[in-house]
């Protein structure tokens, strides 16, 4: 059971997936980006929340992790300045008025090089402003993936599990720790259904869900998303989609020095 790393396909990522820009949209409305800023995105995805903040007058610069990603991005919107980096460790030589971030940061299990990297990477009074997954997002999923993966192929799915999920206390305190001011924060339930009603699940678990299944051939794979989705269908299919059961944690805090 070898650890694997999460592979984007960047275009089902546009053409399914597009709740993930959409609800970012309201974390703009806690940005709140001015004409003039310098401004961050931190795991911009395909660029579709970097560009509107462009659409601000804000200089801004997205930062994805994946190359597929920035490229996809590149295409649509090539007149935005966009890096291919690590959101955990990276070096941009410059400071930002505010470092914002949509449906990232759970993706980087390293939450103190994170914050660090951030703090560095903001002016003096600079806004970090951020949603991501919170403490029990996707809990009922990840609670089928482990009994599923246990049951058929005896692995452990919690040594697979890419994601990092903390409560408000915990990332707060992180924060403050570094001398930021929290501001604003709240933890929210927000199942999100899916756009495809009856493959809702599978293109869920295929989009985000990689590093549990990818050490499976197609065949096992295919058998564990069957089982998965026996599993949580009584609670996650609902009014004809299936549902998934986000919990989201917004947080928005300035540089405190």
């Keep these: 059971m070898d650890k694997q790393q999460q592979v984007w396909n960047s275009e089902r990522y546009d053409l399914k997936l597009g709740f993930v820009s959409e609800y970012g949209k309201d974390v703009l409305q806690l940005l709140q980006p001015a004409s003039g800023e310098r401004i961050l995105d931190?795991?911009?995805?395909?660029?579709?929340?970097?560009?509107?903040?462009?659409?601000?007058?804000?200089h801004v610069t997205g930062l994805d992790l994946s190359a597929e990603m920035i490229e996809q991005a590149k295409a649509k919107y090539p007149a935005l300045n966009l890096i291919v980096g690590?959101?955990?460790?990276?070096?941009?030589?410059?400071?930002?008025?505010?470092?914002?971030?949509?449906?990232?940061?759970?993706?980087m299990k390293q939450p103190i090089p994170v914050i660090d990297t951030v703090w560095r990477h903001l002016k003096s009074q600079g806004r970090f402003v951020a949603e991501f997954g919170g403490k029990g997002n996707v809990e009922r999923v990840v609670q089928?993936?482990?009994?599923?993966?246990?049951?058929?192929?005896?692995?452990?799915?919690?040594?697979?599990?890419?994601?990092?999920?903390?409560?408000?206390?915990?990332?707060?305190?992180?924060?403050?720790?570094?001398?930021?001011?929290?501001?604003?924060?709240?933890?929210?339930?927000?199942p999100t259904r899916m756009e495809d009603e009856e493959r809702g699940l599978r293109?869920?678990?295929?989009?985000?869900?990689?590093?549990?299944?990818?050490g499976?051939?197609?065949q096992e794979a295919d058998n564990a998303c069957?089982?998965?989705?026996?599993?949580?269908?009584?609670?996650?299919f609902y009014d004809g989609a299936w549902h998934i059961d986000y919990k989201r944690l917004r947080i928005v805090a300035i540089k405190h020095d």
Aim: hydrophobic content about 40%.
């Design 42 to 58: 931190l795991g911009c995805g395909t660029g579709d929340l970097t560009y509107l903040i462009q659409q601000s007058g804000a």
């Design 86 to 107: 690590n959101g955990e460790h990276f070096q941009l030589g410059e400071q930002f008025d505010a470092v914002f971030s949509n449906a990232a940061l759970h993706w």
């Design 144 to 190: 089928a993936i482990r009994e599923v993966l246990q049951e058929l192929y005896g692995w452990n799915a919690d040594e697979l599990n890419p994601w990092y999920f903390p409560s408000i206390g915990q990332y707060s305190s992180l924060l403050e720790e570094r001398g930021f001011r929290v501001v604003y924060a709240a933890h929210f339930d927000r």
């Design 203 to 214: 293109l869920w678990l295929d989009s985000f869900a990689q590093p549990f299944l990818s």
């Design 216 to 218: 499976l051939s197609k």
């Design 226 to 236: 069957e089982w998965i989705a026996q599993k949580v269908k009584p609670d996650l």
